[in-house]
């Protein structure tokens, strides 16, 4: 079974970069399993952790004609233990009708308590089934091994089991006393009979409110208390319960309120779903929280069951604002606490796994976030067991279920260390995002501190749009924990609006800008953003800022972060009777700043339209702007330099203005970065009036263009066959150039990547002589931004057109050297492995080629530069090769090791200690 990572969207865990997974492929291969247990399939439920590794699940195997009790061992790694039951599974069949087991205990001496629910033929009973350790049921409990506890003739249900010291089995639950439900608790003895000192004759019913109550997790202190958690109707929500009883069956006086907790956490209803103990004696319990979606939500307790003010918000944590719950709670050994259930993302449910620090705060080691989903791409899952290993993995278990098919397995999943990224992005290294039959263009891209990717642009339908954004985490999964599904979109001023930039401020707060119809023209519109996607209301006017500067159309193409945390925005403001460059400062919360230019703000008029497209910063504060000058389809390059006050620059071009001359055509500057030694590099698009190529120039610091570089300072990169521009463009350390955009050819574009050399020549140790294109959908697809990542890689956004309309689309690739074509991607499946890893001075590379070929193998640091050549075009046969890589005198830390040809290059992580 393959798996889908979601974030952002679904991956499948096979391909071409052998580099860190989310999941743990030592586990069944590729880190999931699902079991089929029956026509129609089956569901686990609960999970307990062996010594040596190994574990059960409990739950029910489905069929046509009934549920029954089904109990599973697994070894370490995920593999059935043949050795129990038949093959690794064991059922326990009640005669009277259908069985699901929804819990299970372990007794010291090997043998597995299961408890549940039993259909009598009229409504639901109380059952228990207890397994030897080989997986036969016990016939020295109750003769054969199976109970049927009836309470009243109504339907009762278990949701858990525990042993208690003295070798007593409570199950706890609920049960229906005729108008409603009520907590209730059943004492069996070791052989399987009622405890008639247990409550009243083995039984112990407790009203919790006055309308019905539903008990949904059970625990056991080491002194034999009972903990019972679940929740009860307060009218019109629902609130969370706590009780604790006494091993008699009695409520403990010295426990909350008469030894019941009522936590009413929140302005609408929560429930609580598990329950889990501190080995300090404190409670966890976890559920969800509901507020405008359902939460998970955590709460932990004193000894006392007073809410412990060191955890989370005064004992409690949530975590949204998607709707999701909270169905399991586990504690690590190292006090970590772990969570699962289900997260709607879509249109179907999946298994988030929410990872905190003791503190209740999530704990941003774990997927770089504290929290992943994982789904088994049958249609929706949920886990609803989770554990943690002697080794340290965490392992979920539930169900996966085939939505077309009405039938569900029981699927188990291993985290790996620390559910550290997967590198096999998307599909092929791609992903798209659909929003309801919209067309979605992502136009601005920025990776926040944490490395979670922002992408930003126009979402519309019927010409009508509305500023847009998605975020993904670090492996590309949506981050469902963002806005709505991971999407954010603002609906403002009056009909079209759209965004074109993005800035993300130390603490991860966003800014997108752009612009707002306001019924007659467009104004600049800038919104300010949490890091969860809801409006920054201590920014402009409830989190938006709406700025006109003449009386047509203003626009925000491009927007940067001062050293002082100030907001510039570059872009244009009709004036008069056409367009001038407008470059603009605020303060922090949005308001311009009055040292700035004049009133906050720069103009240029140069007498035709001046647009400002990009903007950068130097080290000493200056700002560049880069854009175009003229009419259309006669522009030139234009790039100005203003000192920070605001002010055009007079030591740079002409009083701070440099028109760059490129001879006849029409040349435009969509983007612009300054390199290491202040020189600035433009991208964008040339055109002589048959066709267009991307045109990549490089300015002195005086705002001359650099001889040193390209045709006097100068690159056009095309064919007369094709049309290309560049929207994006970056300088890696060693010089290079990198710019995307696209290439179009016959009617169809698609994403385009460019890289020069620090001269301007074509690079061609990048791909195919420096160029390489990706076709994503089945339509045109424009790449518009890129950033890097701070491990090396490179993420791409813009647009593909899936299914008819534009959705935002994302591609990374592992590093930028080892770039690679579609085709190339799909067909390639080259394994390459390191040992040991982490490793120290040496290491060995293991490999297998396709056939006889010349070959190169790199290392290269987190930027992407190459540290170290173990081998250099030399000709290798066919079948496994293994090469010992020397790393004696290289710097503790993560590298990546890259094996290229003429026609593929493949890559995997390695770590030096």
């Keep these: 079974m393959r798996s889908y990572l979601l974030f952002l969207a679904m991956f499948p865990l096979c391909g071409l970069y052998a580099q860190f997974s989310i999941l743990d492929e030592t586990f069944s291969g590729d880190g999931m399993i699902t079991t089929d247990l029956g026509s129609n399939g089956g569901q686990g439920n609960a999970m307990v952790a062996l010594p040596d590794g190994g574990f059960f699940v409990a739950g029910e195997a489905k069929s046509y004609e009934g549920s029954r009790f089904a109990l599973l061992k697994y070894l370490e790694n995920g593999t059935l233990d043949g050795s129990f039951g038949a093959s690794g599974v064991a059922l326990a069949p009640f005669a009277i009708g ?179 103990l501190q080995s300090d004696g404190k409670v966890v319990v976890a559920g969800s929280t509901y507020s405008v979606n359902e939460d998970f939500v955590a709460l932990r307790l004193n000894v006392d069951g007073s809410l412990d003010a060191t955890f989370g918000n005064n004992g409690v944590a949530n975590v949204g604002p998607t709707t999701q719950v909270a169905k399991a709670v586990c504690i690590g050994a190292d006090g970590r606490i772990y969570l699962t259930g289900y997260a709607w993302w879509g249109l179907s449910p999946h298994t988030p796994v929410v990872c905190m620090l003791p503190n209740g705060v999530l ?7 504290g929290h992943v989903i994982v789904s088994f791409a049958l249609g929706s899952d949920e886990g609803r067991a989770i554990m943690v290993q002697p080794n340290g993995r965490v392992v979920v278990a539930g169900y996966a279920a085939n939505d077309l098919r009405s039938t569900s397995e029981i699927s188990l999943f291993r985290l790996g260390d620390n559910a550290l990224p997967d ?35 126009r979402s519309s339908t019927n010409g009508i749009g509305e500023m847009a954004l998605v975020r993904h985490s670090g492996n590309g999964n949506r981050d469902v924990f963002f806005g709505t599904a991971g999407r954010v979109r603002l609906n403002i001023g009056i009909g079209d609006a759209g965004a074109n930039a ?46 006109a500067f003449g009386a047509g159309d203003d626009v925000a193409q491009a927007m940067r972060l001062d050293a002082s945390g100030r907001l510039l925005v570059a872009g244009s403001s009709f004036i008069g009777s056409n367009e001038d460059m407008i470059i603009a400062r605020s303060d922090e919360d949005g308001a311009l700043d009055p040292t700035f230019g004049t009133g906050g703000w720069t103009g240029l008029d140069l007498g035709n339209d001046e647009i400002a497209y990009a903007m950068a910063l130097q080290s000493d504060g200056r700002i560049i702007a880069a854009g175009s000058t003229g009419t259309v389809q006669d522009r030139s390059v234009l790039v100005v330099r203003l000192d920070a006050d605001g002010a055009l620059d007079p030591s740079f071009g ?18 612009v970065v300054v390199d290491a030694q202040q020189r600035i590099v433009v991208t964008g698009r040339t055109s002589d009036g048959d066709n267009e190529n991307v045109l990549i120039a490089r300015l002195a ?44 050819t016959d009617t169809i574009e698609d994403f ?13 140790g990048f791909f195919q002589d420096g160029l390489v294109t990706v076709d994503i959908g089945e339509g045109d697809d424009r790449a518009y931004a890129m950033a890097l990542q701070q491990d090396g890689g490179l993420v791409v956004g813009g647009s593909a057109v899936v299914s008819g309309t534009d959705d935002f689309a994302i591609i990374r690739f592992a590093y930028p050297s080892i770039v690679m074509n579609a085709d190339a991607v799909d067909a390639m499946t080259i394994p390459l492995s390191v040992a040991p890893d982490p490793c120290m001075d040496q290491a060995t590379a293991v490999f297998d080629l396709p056939k006889e070929e010349r070959i190169t193998l790199q290392l290269l640091d987190a930027r992407g530069v190459v540290v170290r050549v173990f081998l250099s075009n030399e000709l290798r046969p066919q079948g496994r090769s293994v090469e010992e890589l020397g790393l004696a005198g290289l710097a503790a830390g993560r590298y990546q090791l890259v094996l290229r040809s003429k026609e593929y290059g493949v890559g995997t992580g390695l770590i030096k200690q």
């Design 98 to 276: 259908p069985s699901s087991a929804t819990s299970m205990a372990l007794q010291p001496d090997g043998r597995i308590v299961l408890a549940g629910t039993v259909w009598n033929g009229t409504d639901y009973d109380i059952a228990a089934a207890r397994f030897l350790a080989d997986g036969s049921l016990d016939p020295s409990f109750s003769n054969d091994g199976l109970v049927t506890i009836t309470i009243l003739a109504q339907d009762d249900r278990a949701t858990g089991v525990v042993q208690l010291p003295d070798g007593r089995i409570v199950i706890g639950g609920t049960m229906h006393n005729g108008s409603d439900e009520d907590f209730a608790t059943v004492c069996l003895m070791p052989d399987g009979s009622i405890d008639p000192t247990f409550g009243s004759s083995g039984i112990r019913i407790l009203p919790i409110g006055s309308s019905y109550d539903i008990a949904t997790a059970l625990g056991v202190q080491p002194d034999g208390r009972i903990l019972q958690a679940g929740y009860y109707s307060t009218g019109t929500y629902t609130s969370i319960a706590i009780a604790r009883l006494f091993p008699d069956g009695t409520l403990d006086a010295s426990f909350g309120d008469q030894g019941i907790v009522h936590a009413d956490i929140g302005p609408y209803s929560e429930k609580a779903y598990a329950i889990a």
């Design 502 to 547: 993005l800035a993300v401020r130390p603490d991860g707060r966003i800014l997108v800008g752009g612009y707002a119809s306001n019924g007659n023209d467009r104004d600049i519109a800038i919104a300010g953003l949490l890091t969860n996607g809801v409006l920054d209301t201590t920014f402009g006017t409830g989190g938006m800022v709406i700025a």
């Design 654 to 671: 002409d009083a701070g203005v440099a028109v760059l001359d490129m001879g006849t055509g029409d040349h435009v500057a969509l983007a």
């Design 363 to 369: 704990d941003p080691s774990f997927s770089g976030n």
């Design 701 to 744: 610091t005086d705002g001359t263009l650099d001889p040193t570089f390209g045709n006097g300072g100068w690159v056009s990169i095309g064919s007369p066959a094709s049309d290309e521009s560049a929207n994006s463009i970056l300088v890696r350390p060693d010089g290079t150039v990198l710019v995307c955009g696209y290439i179009r």
């Design 752 to 764: 385009l990547l460019v890289r020069v050399q620090p001269n301007g020549a074509l690079d061609p």
């Design 423 to 457: 590198p096999e992005f998307g599909t092929n290294g791609r992903v798209t995002t659909t929003a309801e039959e919209r067309m979605d263009v992502a136009y601005a891209l920025a990776i926040q501190p944490d490395g979670r990717t922002l992408l930003a642009g």
